[in-house]
């Protein structure tokens, strides 16, 4: 069965940064290619509903569905590596959350619903 393991999470101070990686194994099967799903960051801070960060394709066309973060946060992926990243730039204490990624076949949606592969999440912390 297919699998999401998010890491790089921890505790930073203001204005520091982060690189988060979520491995993906077990895309190997007929329909299981990882290139043919995108890749959907959320985060959920304490008390608030899961909320979606950014997306991007199997080409690497992105889309940023937070407008707090649309400058700071950048999201990537490595195919070849199984490998999506969300590099976290200029962190401020309202980026606390446990950050999740998640998989959804051919498109992009900020719905939680929507996904049909999740990772467990990694909690980021910023404080001072």
């Known amino acids: 069965q297919p699998q999401l393991v998010e890491s790089g999470g921890g505790l930073v101070q203001p204005g520091g940064s982060l690189r988060l990686s979520c491995a993906a194994s077990?895309?190997?099967?007929?329909?299981?290619?990882?290139?043919?799903?995108?890749v959907n960051w959320f985060r959920q801070a304490p008390g608030k509903e899961r909320a979606a960060v950014s997306c991007?394709?199997?080409?690497?066309?992105?889309?940023n569905y937070a407008d707090s973060v649309k400058v700071r946060f950048t999201v990537s992926r490595d195919n070849a590596k199984n490998t999506i990243y969300l590099q976290l730039d200029s962190l401020k204490p309202e980026d606390t959350a446990v950050y999740y990624c998640a998989e959804r076949f051919l498109r992009c949606s900020k719905s939680v619903k929507d996904m049909n592969y999740w990772g467990s999440g990694t909690p980021v912390t910023v404080s001072s």
């Open positions: 991007i394709t199997g080409g690497g066309i992105v889309t």
């Open positions: 077990g895309f190997t099967a007929p329909g299981l290619s990882l290139g043919v799903y995108t």
